[in-house]
Structures are given as C-alpha cells and as structure tokens.
C-alpha cells in the first residue's frame, strides 16, 4: 500500500521521509519506490511519488511469545 506526495520546490528526500514516517533517514524506502525519480538532492515541484506505508506489528501484552 502506498501514499501519493506530489512534490513542491524545493522538496528534499530526507524532509519527505521525516513528513510521512517521522524519520528522515527512511529517505530510502520512499526512494527505492520511485525509480522514475531523480536521485538528486533537491526534488523538481510537480512529481509524483509513491511513499510505502509502513505497517508494525501490534504486539499484544497477555499473549505468550509464540503467539505474537
């Protein structure tokens, strides 16, 4: 499952990870999505990525280790 970012001036790799995941140095799962991307530094306004949703487990307190 993925986000849609489209970019504005200016946009950074490391600012957008830090935006969806709260983390700039995720930069790379959102760079490794967008292969049409350029890989400069700063990102062109207008393009349109996909940004990976990152799915953890929940781990439940009262369930024995071989369960969770």
């Known amino acids: 499952m993925y986000l849609r970012h ?22 790379e799962r959102i760079l490794a999505a967008n292969p049409h991307a350029p890989t400069t530094a700063t990102l062109p306004a207008g393009i349109h990525l ?16 071989w369960k969770r």
Request: net charge negative.
């Open 6 to 27: 489209i970019t504005r001036p200016f946009d950074r790799w490391d600012l957008i990870a830090h935006q969806y995941y709260g983390n700039a140095a995720e930069f």
């Open 50 to 65: 996909l940004i990976p949703i990152i799915v953890q487990n929940e781990i439940v307190p009262d369930l024995p280790p």
